[in-house]
């Protein structure tokens, strides 16, 4: 199949315009390095190939060179049928460094080349205009304005990209810079013809940005923002929660009503609503920390935040491009350890993507919520405005946060001291301010609920089933002297120095599969302990069995230091190259974690 490179820099819209023409739902949002590895599609009879963004040939950081690498290769090959250069509008003269350097490029192959002028809704909404007809003859390159969000001239571009790519030959570029000479003072050159007045463009940018980029309002603003993003998550899923609740309890009831009385009742309550439904209570938390997250990203201020977090983050030995990838641990470590490769830094890029998995990912939601439940007193206030359930659910994302620069600095002393290296600039393009795109972050939200669900539930369900058989046989046994308590007396002085009886004991080393199968474990066990209980109450059932505060918060805090993700090591592996350092991480966070746990126990 012949292929079209789309090539751009960075937040020029690539993507969101290789989701329009293939019906891919590749990830856009408002920040310079969302994309980071090659992602290919198809439009009409063309493989559609979307790239990193970078803003010149020479990549510096792994996804700028994967995008670099990908430019080379693609233009030597005969299926190469057309480079599609895509321009931000708006910022045409950093667009066109790229554009000029590729144009060259693709004349010396042979290459046809388009240039899409993206964006062009925003610059007739400040009611300017730019003259492609007079840029295209400049640049020897046909050019079609178009907008990848409100879809303006779409349909046009599309036509003419398919007719180039359908006889390529003709469009090779009639002319371009010379080998030797820079693209940039060309770029600037075309940019002050045709370009927008920067004034205009960035007039009610600034003075925001005076704001939020000020020290000391912008810290405000900052921390204020990060306070309510993780509030918010316990406050606004609360009432989905609920209503989650009501409808399994009710599902339960009915299938109560229809299953004979026995092990088959017996069965469907404790392993598959007790295990299972006590799971699917916390999806609606995973859905809303995801919307969050997506208003964060797509607003442009995700890029101000990383460029306030430059300097403390400096501090422990990170980078203001270690933010993001932080932000984004918090819904899933596995693509915010690929997002690292947007750090320049190898040293800095390393040291976060080691500790990225102490950022409380959403898996661990689940936990955070039936913990804080049980130990928190619902409607307290915090500091008499707050919702104390809330807060403490804030404490724990800034332990692990703490916990992350803590073993930063101490990774920086030791691990990645063969990787020094002169400190390299930190440069962070920042976004224009834009409206959410609401259409595709609903689906993600959609999306974020439907992956956990489909990722964890059949692990959780075959754990469920597993402990509800070991705890169900020999059958008039009780839960104690069945055949898995022998087995959890065996293994339960491991957890008495964290006060714990077996029955946790048994959920937590199942969770060293996956830690999302923690509740539904204990929510299948304590299920088995009570008999006509609600099916789904686990926080109360763990209540009324008297956890102590000192044995929950070091359990809870557990969660937060363990690495308990297999598919995260796979991808440390494959990002750091080494199976050791992956899987020594794995025993690593274990082991503080247990520590961590043991202390508090003792303690309080
Ligand atoms: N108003 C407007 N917004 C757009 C247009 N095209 C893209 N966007 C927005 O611009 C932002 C960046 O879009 P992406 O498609 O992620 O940009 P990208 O070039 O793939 O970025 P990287 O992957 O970081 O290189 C998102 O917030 C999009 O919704 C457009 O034509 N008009
Ligand atoms: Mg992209």
């Not at 770029?187 to 960035?202: E, F, P, R």
């Not at 609606?284 to 890029?303: C, H, K, N, R, W």
């Not at 002169?422 to 992956?451: A, C, Q």
């Not at 830690?515 to 204990?522: C, I």
């Amino acid at each position: 199949m012949q292929r079209i490179l789309m090539v751009g820099k960075p937040n020029s819209g690539k993507s969101l315009l290789f989701n329009q023409l293939t019906g891919l739902r590749q990830k856009v949002a408002n920040y310079p390095g969302v994309t980071v590895e090659v992602k290919r599609g198809q439009c009409d009879k063309f493989e559609i190939v979307d790239l990193p963004g970078t803003y010149t040939l020479r990549g510096l950081s792994r996804d700028e060179e994967i995008a670099v690498n990908e430019i080379q290769n693609a233009i030597e090959r005969d299926d190469t049928a057309l480079v599609l250069c895509v321009l931000d509008a708006t910022r045409l003269e950093r667009s066109l460094v790229l554009g000029l350097q590729v144009q060259r490029l693709a004349k010396a192959k042979n290459k046809a080349v388009l240039f899409a002028l993206n964006f062009i809704d925003e610059v007739r909404r400040i009611g300017e205009k730019i003259d492609t007809d007079a840029l295209s003859a400049d640049l020897g390159s046909p050019v079609v304005a178009l907008s990848a969000r409100t879809l303006d001239g779409l349909h046009e571009f599309k036509q003419e990209m398919l007719r180039i790519a359908g006889s390529p030959q003709q469009f090779v570029p009639s002319k371009s810079i010379e080998e030797t000479e820079p693209a940039a003072p060309k770029s600037h050159q075309l940019a002050k013809s045709y370009g927008l007045n920067l004034d205009i463009v960035l007039k009610n940018q600034n003075s925001v940005d005076r704001l939020l980029l000020n020290s000391w309002t912008g810290s405000i603003i900052f921390l204020s923002v990060m306070f309510l993003l993780f509030q918010s998550i316990f406050t606004l899923a609360a009432p989905l929660m609920d209503g989650v609740e009501t409808f399994i309890t009710g599902f339960a009831e009915i299938v109560a009503a229809i299953t004979p009385a026995g092990i088959v009742t017996d069965f469907f309550n404790d392993a598959i609503f007790g295990g299972l439904g006590s799971f699917l209570v916390f999806v609606p938390q995973i859905m809303v920390l995801t919307f969050i997250i997506g208003l964060l990203e797509d607003s442009g201020y995700l890029a101000r935040a990383a460029l306030m977090c430059h300097r403390p983050l400096s501090f422990f030995g990170l980078s203001g491009r270690s933010f993001i990838p932080y932000l984004s641990g918090h819904a899933c470590a596995i693509p915010a350890i690929m997002a690292a490769r947007t750090i320049e830094s190898p040293h800095k890029r390393l040291v976060t993507m080691l500790t990225i998995p102490l950022m409380s990912c959403s898996a661990r939601l689940p936990v955070y919520a039936l913990l804080i439940a049980v130990l928190v007193p619902e409607d307290a206030l915090f500091l008499g405005i707050f919702d104390l359930q809330g807060a403490a659910f804030f404490g724990l994302y800034l332990f692990g946060i703490v916990m992350a620069l803590v073993v930063s600095q101490i990774l920086n002393r030791t691990l990645a001291k063969d990787l020094e290296e002169s400190d390299m600039p930190f440069i962070l393009e920042l976004p224009t301010y834009r409206m959410p795109h609401w259409k595709p972050l609903m689906h993600r939200v959609l999306n974020s609920g439907m992956v956990f669900i489909k990722r964890a539930a059949p692990i959780i369900f075959m754990v469920s089933v597993g402990i509800w058989v070991l705890g169900y046989f020999p059958l008039s046994s009780t839960l104690q002297n069945s055949w898995l308590g022998q087995i959890g007396h065996v293994i339960e002085p491991i957890f008495e120095p964290m006060g714990l009886d077996w029955r946790y004991g048994v959920a937590i080393l199942m969770s060293f599969l996956a830690r999302e199968v923690f509740v539904g474990a204990l929510g299948t066990l304590f299920g088995m302990a009570g008999a006509d209980e609600d099916v789904v109450g686990l926080a109360e059932k763990v209540q009324a069995d008297g956890l102590t505060l000192g044995a929950g918060l070091g359990l809870v805090l557990f969660y937060v230091v363990a690495l308990q993700c297999v598919a995260t090591v796979a991808m440390l592996k494959g990002e750091t190259g080494s199976n050791k350092l992956a899987w020594g991480l794995y025993v690593a966070y274990g082991l503080l974690a247990y520590v961590i746990a043991v202390a508090v126990n003792l303690i309080i």
